[in-house]
């Protein structure tokens, strides 16, 4: 469990700061800015690095809507949800600690959105809260589809680790624009902390849609994995 738990602490670090430290030190850099869809491969390179890395230590989840998924889809014991909940946040949290050291490291520094997730007025592309629920909850769902699908003994062992990457890639080329993509509560919260005001206020639907994808997501495959 001890070794599990350090795991999903190394794997969500490296996603936050992959992730997040791509948007806000490369996405729009000068002449070389990687944008958009460089942000949504750094993201899914992350995944796709610490699954392999650490997955086969702790399952590689790096996300508490994903813990949630797997316990209602019977591949996670609930006992082990809360802990690697906790984990999770604490290495999300750590890395925007250290992406925020880096970042104000530059003359001229300011915070800005810092890769928080926002709607409304916070969101990249001005989305209300009713996209920014509905676009969570629905990738959140087909995430979790696509790790219970790609982790099934009905296909191939070893390749997992790229649909799940190639995924959340996906996820982000649709949903940067509406929300900054969370997916992922442990994510967002990182973020909102050193934002504070707004992002802070709008935190609770980052919580509550990708928990709600992924319980959504745990019982669609739980079906399908019953039905064949």
Known sequence: MQKSLVAEFLGTFWLVFGGCGSAVLAAAYPELGIGFVGVAFAFGLTVLTMAYAVGGISGGHFNPAVSLGLTVAGRFPAGRLVPYIVVQVVGAIAAAALLYLIASGKAGFELGGFAANGYGDHSPGGYSLLSALLIEVLLTMFFLIIILGSTSSRV?????????????????????????????????????????????????????????????????????????
């Open 156 to 228: 191939p062992a070893g390749f997992a680790p790229l649909a799940i990457g190639l995924g959340l890639t996906l996820i982000h080329l649709v949903a940067i624009p509406v929300t900054n993509t969370s997916v992922n509560p442990a994510r967002s919260t990182g973020q909102a902390l050193f934002v504070g005001g707004w992002a802070l206020q709008q935190l609770w639907l980052f919580w509550i849609a990708p928990i709600a994808g992924g319980a959504l997501g745990g019982l669609v495959w739980k079906f399908l994995d019953d039905a064949d």
